[in-house]
Nanobody
């Protein structure tokens, strides 16, 4: 079993910053690629960023230059530093993980709300 626990969401003004954290526990073979997805009201869930165990990064275009994903393999934790936040970043953010052989996330956290509003 794998458990993912997110923290760090909240309300922030446009242009502000937030840092999301995710702590993973369980079968480490499922931690090959960790990532963040988000889902805004009325929208489909979308990939935000991923980081592999070897450090390969991937970002959706709309967050490049503003968000930074990182992980600590020894502690099985992951973070998403979000700067220059915009109202369109408002969503529930989910921590995910999968093995390197999988094409889509195998495990999901419970989600944490990020609201960007003045």
């Amino acid at each position: 079993q794998v458990q993912l626990v997110e923290s760090g969401g909240g309300l922030v003004q446009p242009g502000g910053s937030l840092r999301l954290s995710c702590a993973a526990s369980g079968r480490s073979t499922s931690f090959g690629v960790m990532g963040w997805y988000r889902q805004a009201p009325g929208s489909q869930r979308e990939l935000v960023a991923t980081v592999s165990r070897s450090g390969t990064l991937n970002y959706r275009d709309s967050v490049k230059g503003r968000f930074t994903i990182s992980r600590d393999n020894a502690k099985n934790t992951m973070a998403l530093q979000m700067n220059s936040l915009k109202p369109e970043d408002t969503a529930v953010y989910y921590c995910t993980c999968r093995s390197v052989l999988s094409r889509s996330p195998e495990y999901w956290g419970q989600g944490t709300q990020v609201t960007v509003s003045s």
